[in-house]
């Protein structure tokens, strides 16, 4: 993959509730970008996003994979996260490391519990966002009453439509682009006239769409309310203001297991959402007080864990977005938390399970380092000479509990450190060993939660556990 400066790179994440298809879009975004010669598919357990076992056997994902796509000049790094709600705590660590989210809206359902809880995070982090009702394939698709649930959501932004749909259901081909007023069928490589029977409806949506961009700009505001045209320039730049100023969020459609709408959808990422070099500069504490990250490759060295894994043929893995400085493989970093100092192996860029190798990472991208010792996620690398760390969200308590129980001897020697590592790879993970019933518990999200962990318990650190009732209710 080639070298991208830090204005070329968007970081996305992809939310909703579960089953909303975004496993599915970010597959067909890859492939149609050419990632990919095959596109894989949730139900038969081949996406690249969903690679771990449980994650197939499920045919739900349960942590976030990152997942690097080169389109249009530009890398668009999409987070695919875990819809169901036990596992939240994964899409708040990719929001709290993103530029922008991408909300999916289910055609036939509409907004959801989980499509509020990621709205609220979104709005907690200040994240410009974009809403795509997916799903314009399926029996019962109706783009204009998921796109009414919408209010729900909030009542201080407007959501304006950026393509309709062309077609619904069965006869879904592709999608109407407002912006540019032409019909782009399928993927959205090609254009088309508008049929006719879409162009009424199409002007009108068009309007709203210019009286919103006008909105972004004062200049092009005046220009509108005096009855000048505005040129599709001015309409793109004027929209992109309104976008990041949070009082409009764009809407748009697709089908992601055909693939419909993707490459429209990705104009708009590219074009709509921020890079990491124009978003508010990050705050980190140091020495002297606190420092303010502007997001280039110039300031000091601020590289995030997001993520830390066990891979069972390379070790541990550290997932890492660079907010400031630079990094390159076979260097030295400094664990301010652990005050300890880390040698880097090769650096790479994570599609999914595949590791791709590289020799830099520029501010804003995300890439992935293995067999770094200490640090755990939410921790920050820096260079020793200028420690700063980053803040880590606010992560939910645990609502269920259990009492864990090893299956052997040999477990019962392993059971404390495996479940310090699990909590340490996991946030909304904690374990503690309750001294009047000399039980030791586990607290998670939910039930799914729970047996998720147990299981990778016996697959990547192969200690057997049982579960049973705690006997102190919590």
């Known amino acids: 993959m080639k070298d991208y400066p830090t204005q070329a790179v968007r970081n996305i994440a992809l939310v909703s509730h579960g089953g909303a298809g975004k496993t599915s879009l970010a597959e067909a975004m890859l492939f149609h970008t050419g990632a990919l010669t095959r596109m894989g598919t949730v139900q038969e357990g081949t996406t690249v996003s969903d690679f771990e076992a449980e994650e197939v056997r499920r045919a739900h994902s349960l942590s976030t994979s990152v997942l690097p796509i080169e389109f249009r000049e530009h890398k668009i790094n999409l987070l695919d996260t875990p819809g169901f709600l036990d596992f939240v705590g994964e899409a708040i660590s990719a929001l709290w490391v993103v530029e922008g989210a991408a909300l999916l809206v289910d055609s036939v359902a509409g907004v959801e519990v989980g499509t509020e809880l990621m709205w609220k995070y979104?709005?907690?982090?200040?994240l410009p966002r974009m809403v795509v009702i997916c799903k314009m394939d399926r029996d019962n698709?109706?783009?204009?009453?998921?796109?009414?649930?919408?209010?729900?959501?909030?009542?201080?932004?407007?959501?304006?439509?950026?393509?309709?749909?062309?077609?619904?259901?069965?006869?879904?081909?592709?999608?109407?682009?407002?912006?540019?007023?032409?019909?782009?069928?399928?993927?959205?490589?090609?254009?088309?006239?508008?049929?006719?029977?879409?162009?009424?409806a199409a002007e009108a949506a068009r309007t709203v769409l210019v009286e919103a961009a006008a909105e972004g700009?004062?200049?092009?505001?005046?220009?509108?309310?005096?009855?000048?045209?505005?040129?599709?320039?001015?309409?793109?730049?004027?929209?992109r203001r309104a976008v990041l100023s949070g009082r409009f969020v764009p809407v748009f459609a697709t089908a992601g297991t055909a693939g419909f709408g993707v490459i429209p959808l990705l104009e708009a990422i590219v074009d709509l959402i921020p890079s990491p070099a124009e978003a508010p500069p990050r705050t980190a504490g140091g020495p002297a007080g606190e420092v303010k990250l502007d997001g280039g490759d110039?300031?000091?060295?601020?590289?995030?864990?997001?993520?830390?894994?066990?891979?069972?043929?390379?070790?541990?893995?550290?997932?890492?977005?660079?907010?400031?400085?630079?990094?390159?493989?076979?260097?030295?970093?400094?664990?301010?938390?652990?005050?300890?100092?880390?040698?880097?192996?090769?650096?790479?860029?994570?599609?999914?399970?595949?590791?791709?190798?590289?020799g830099n990472l520029h501010a804003g991208d995300i890439g992935v380092v293995a067999k770094l010792r200490t640090p755990q996620t939410g921790d920050t690398l820096c260079d020793r000479n200028m420690p700063i760390s980053l803040a880590s969200p606010t992560y939910?308590?645990?609502?269920?509990?259990?009492?864990?129980?090893?299956?052997?001897?040999?477990?019962?020697?392993?059971?404390?450190?495996?479940?310090?590592?699990?909590?340490?790879?996991?946030?909304?993970?904690?374990?503690?060993?309750?001294?009047?019933?000399?039980?030791?518990?586990?607290?998670?999200?939910?039930?799914?939660?729970?047996?998720?962990?147990?299981?990778?318990?016996?697959?990547?650190?192969?200690?057997?556990?049982?579960?049973?009732?705690?006997?102190?209710?919590?």
């Not at 698709?141 to 959501?153: E, H, M, Y």
């Not at 009855?227 to 001015?234: A, F, I, N, S």
């Not at 993520?307 to 541990?316: M, Q």
Request: proline content about 7%; charged content about 25%.
């Open 122 to 126: 979104c709005d907690e982090f200040k």
């Open 141 to 200: 698709a109706n783009f204009a009453k998921a796109l009414a649930t919408l209010s729900a959501l909030s009542s201080s932004v407007t959501f304006i439509p950026v393509q309709l749909p062309w077609g619904e259901k069965h006869g879904f081909r592709g999608v109407i682009d407002l912006l540019r007023m032409m019909a782009r069928p399928a993927d959205g490589s090609q254009e088309e006239t508008i049929p006719v029977e879409f162009l009424e």
């Open 217 to 239: 700009d004062d200049a092009l505001l005046e220009k509108y309310l005096e009855g000048e045209p505005l040129t599709p320039d001015e309409v793109g730049r004027g929209f």
């Open 298 to 358: 110039t300031g000091p060295l601020a590289a995030y864990a997001l993520k830390t894994t066990a891979d069972p043929f390379v070790g541990r893995l550290t997932y890492l977005r660079l907010f400031s400085g630079t990094m390159s493989s076979d260097s030295r970093v400094w664990n301010p938390a652990r005050r300890e100092d880390e040698r880097l192996g090769t650096l790479h860029l994570m599609r999914g399970k595949e590791q791709l190798p590289t």
């Open 396 to 474: 939910p308590n645990g609502l269920y509990s259990v009492a864990v129980l090893p299956k052997t001897e040999a477990d019962a020697a392993k059971i404390s450190s495996v479940l310090s590592r699990m909590a340490e790879e996991d946030p909304t993970l904690r374990w503690h060993q309750e001294p009047s019933t000399n039980e030791t518990i586990l607290q998670g999200m939910g039930d799914q939660h729970i047996d998720a962990a147990i299981r990778k318990a016996e697959s990547k650190f192969q200690v057997g556990l049982s579960t049973e009732v705690p006997r102190v209710p919590y």
